[in-house]
């Protein structure tokens, strides 16, 4: 119970350093980051690529503007605290491709839209930056991306398409598995590398 | 000056409706404290309404849409659509009102009034920056304080809550377009979005599809969605307070 309190503290301590505000991390600079993602991944889907070559693509511009292995940990839960190290390692390069191929799918359905880049909004770990996509059928559809800055890097962290976070989604997803697994990270890393 | 044109019989339906719906909202379980946030009490018999849902989905609604899309032209498609929310905005400005949400009450009026121009069939406001807020009346609940009651999964209709349902029933049953068109007409706007609904089904039907039928446990995951997707709509936004920690590790 004691060591759990130091943890916690530990933790909270380190994350009172690593949070402080930043210079680095502007409103612009957030804006200016998903001016870029979303060029990048409407450029990628208007290429008209499907399958394994436009989730390859993914596979880049989330390992480029994003934090994978902490966005998959998040996922995962305090499981991962109690998964070796080598199985960490292979469940997060499974979540890489898994959501490299659901989030391809997703976004290939923005074929032939604009994004539009919005505003942005200070919020307590970073920025949430609105933007709206028109589809090609003309209807809008709210895209919200929360950005944080780490190691002083801008980074894109979680993804909100009509409110509904990737993040949570994910979580929920992961448990499922999880549970179809019998709980073992072990077990499902080979579920994952199916799913998306 | 309208009042002749409301049957007796509408009245009578209407009434009892209202009375239904009044109920249900005098009835909205307030759920005990609970960490996840959802209030599923419900949960097994919701899960075969699913399984009922998603069956009729895959025989029947899914290749509907499907003969749906590939007949009527998108060209078309997008005038039904456009209608359908067309004729939805005198309700949205009466749920505006009810919200006293003035700034969203001049854009469905704007919205009305420009659209207007093309009957209803074009959408040039949405090209304007005359954004659509989708006001409903389970949102006007909510305003006024009344809890969201359980989650509960309709046939058909698909993911709710105590609170949204009794909104739908009020919508639908006072929807002012109802009272302003002759009554032979009534049941027009309903049609209009039940045609659009097939219009949507096929337009997303992939994310539809993935979300039913790819995921692992499809009935978490539609609940997961559209709660999330409720609150957003009642937040205007997504709610600052439930955005992901980035600096804690879960």
């Known amino acids: 119970m004691q060591r759990r309190f130091f943890l916690t503290g530990a933790t909270a301590l380190t994350a009172l350093f690593t949070a402080g505000p930043s210079l680095a991390l502007t409103k612009a600079s957030a804006q200016a980051l998903i001016d870029q993602l979303s060029k990048d991944i409407l450029s990628v889907i208007n290429t008209g690529k499907t399958g394994a070559p436009l989730y390859k693509e993914f596979d880049k511009i989330f390992g480029k503007y994003a934090p994978v292995s902490a966005i998959a940990k998040k996922c995962l839960g305090p499981i991962w605290n109690s998964t070796s190290k080598s199985d960490q390692k292979a469940y997060v390069r499974a979540f890489r491709g898994y959501i490299s191929r659901k989030y391809g799918k997703l976004f290939r359905e923005f074929i032939g839209s604009t994004i539009n880049v919005k505003s942005a909004k200070a919020v307590k770990s970073g920025y949430l930056v609105k933007s709206r996509v028109k589809l090609a059928s003309g209807s809008p559809f709210a895209v919200d991306w929360q950005v944080y800055e780490r190691n002083g890097k801008t980074q894109f962290y979680d993804l909100y398409l009509e409110g509904t976070s990737m993040i949570k989604s994910e979580r929920i997803a992961i448990g499922i598995m999880l549970d179809k697994s019998g709980g073992k990270v072990s077990r499902l890393i080979p579920l994952l590398k199916k799913a998306g | ?250």
């Open chain 2, 1 to 250: 000056m309208f009042s002749n044109l409301i049957t007796y019989g509408l009245q009578k339906s209407a009434f009892t409706a209202i009375l239904g719906a009044c109920l249900l909202v005098s009835a909205c379980t307030v759920p005990p404290a609970q960490h996840t946030g959802v209030y599923d009490p419900y949960e097994a018999s919701n899960r075969q309404m699913h399984a009922f849902n998603k069956k009729l989905d895959t025989k029947l609604v899914g290749p509907t849409a499907k003969g749906y899309g590939a007949i009527i032209p998108p060209f078309v498609d997008r005038r039904i659509s456009n209608f359908a929310s067309f004729m939805g905005l005198p309700r949205q400005a009466v749920n505006n009102l009810l919200q006293g949400d003035i700034p969203g009450l001049s854009e469905t009026v704007l919205r009305f009034a420009t659209n207007g121009i093309t009957l209803g069939l074009f959408d040039p406001a949405t090209d304007f920056g005359i954004p659509d807020n989708d006001a409903d009346f389970g949102q006007t609940l909510a305003y006024h304080g009344f809890p969201q009651g359980f989650y509960h999964e309709w046939p058909l209709l698909g993911p709710s809550t105590e609170r949204d349902t009794a909104g739908f029933i009020i919508d639908t049953v006072l929807d002012p377009v109802n009272f302003i068109l002759p009554s032979s007409t009534t049941g027009m706007g309903t049609t209009f979005s039940i045609l659009d609904r097939l219009g949507d089904r096929n337009d997303f039907s992939d994310i539809i599809e993935q979300t039913l039928y790819n995921s692992e446990d499809s009935y978490l995951t539609a609940r997961s969605l559209y709660l999330q997707n409720r609150a957003f709509k009642l937040n205007k936004g997504v709610n600052e307070d439930t955005l992901e920690d980035p600096f804690s590790d879960f």
